[in-house]
């Protein structure tokens, strides 16, 4: 019956018509997204993520405190660095590499081009000499802290480490001011990174069974505990 069929077929044509909104919308929002995506600012890169806050505060309820030792007999050539990673490369320019973004390197593997964000004090530097390959945990602090009685071997390694949070690509004149300096004397510019900055500091003393003075250990905990 003609008069029967005219609903239905009208109600068949409105649905195909919302389907085909739908569809639209759809395909509107993946472009938007696929836009959004297209333009959004590349990752930056980092180091190893350290423990979290409160691994970190476990950890550092295990260390050794004691009065720090004596910087008598300290080298940075006892801690030789930079090793080779394969190549023509070096340790200082993996971590060039991992720690930039869009980082072009030669045939020598040295970083000719990039951009590096330094988390210590929030600049961004486009060329490789401004920026400086630090020791979370510098070598003569380490020094003092028990790593005068390794074998040259566990130094190397440990200033060549690139498996915990140990090297980072920061400003060269930041490195420098924090110079062989623990938490208790120094802490990064840019305060919203300290506690990302005592969580790798702790990781690595934990790992390589380092002590931590008492001034050291009390500046750690009160950065750990805001965190």
């Known amino acids: 019956?003609?008069?029967?069929?005219?609903?239905?077929?009208?109600?068949?044509?409105?649905?195909?018509?919302?389907?085909?909104?739908?569809?639209?919308?759809?395909?509107?929002?993946?472009?938007?997204?696929?836009?959004?995506?297209?333009?959004?600012?590349?990752?930056?890169?980092?180091?190893?993520?350290?423990?979290?806050a409160s691994v970190a505060r476990g950890y550092l309820a295990q260390l050794t405190v004691r009065a720090e030792g004596s910087s008598s007999g300290y080298s940075r050539d006892l801690f030789p660095h930079w090793s080779s990673q394969g190549g023509t490369c070096n340790t200082r320019e993996v971590v060039l590499k991992r720690d930039g973004v869009n980082v072009v390197q030669n045939a020598s593997c040295a970083a000719v081009s990039g951009s590096w964000f330094s988390e210590y004090d929030g600049a961004t530097w486009s060329a490789a000499s401004d920026v400086d390959i630090d020791h979370m945990v510098p070598l003569a602090e380490a020094w003092r802290s028990g790593a005068n009685s390794?074998?040259?071997?566990?130094?190397?390694?440990?200033?060549?480490?690139?498996?915990?949070?140990?090297?980072?690509?920061?400003?060269?004149?930041?490195?420098?001011?924090?110079?062989?300096?623990?938490?208790?004397?120094w802490l990064p510019p840019l305060s919203s990174y300290h506690c990302v900055y005592t969580r790798m500091w702790v990781q690595v003393k934990h790992h390589y069974g380092l002590t931590v003075d008492s001034a050291e250990k009390s500046a750690l905990q009160s950065v750990l505990n805001g965190c």
């Open 1 to 52: 019956m003609p008069g029967s069929n005219a609903p239905r077929q009208h109600r068949t044509s409105r649905t195909g018509g919302i389907g085909r909104r739908v569809a639209a919308l759809a395909a509107t929002a993946a472009l938007a997204l696929t836009g959004l995506l297209a333009t959004a600012p590349a990752a930056q890169a980092a180091p190893p993520t350290p423990v979290s």
């Open 150 to 185: 390794w074998t040259t071997p566990q130094r190397q390694a440990f200033a060549n480490d690139l498996a915990r949070p140990q090297l980072i690509a920061v400003t060269d004149n930041v490195n420098q001011a924090k110079g062989d300096k623990d938490p208790g004397e």
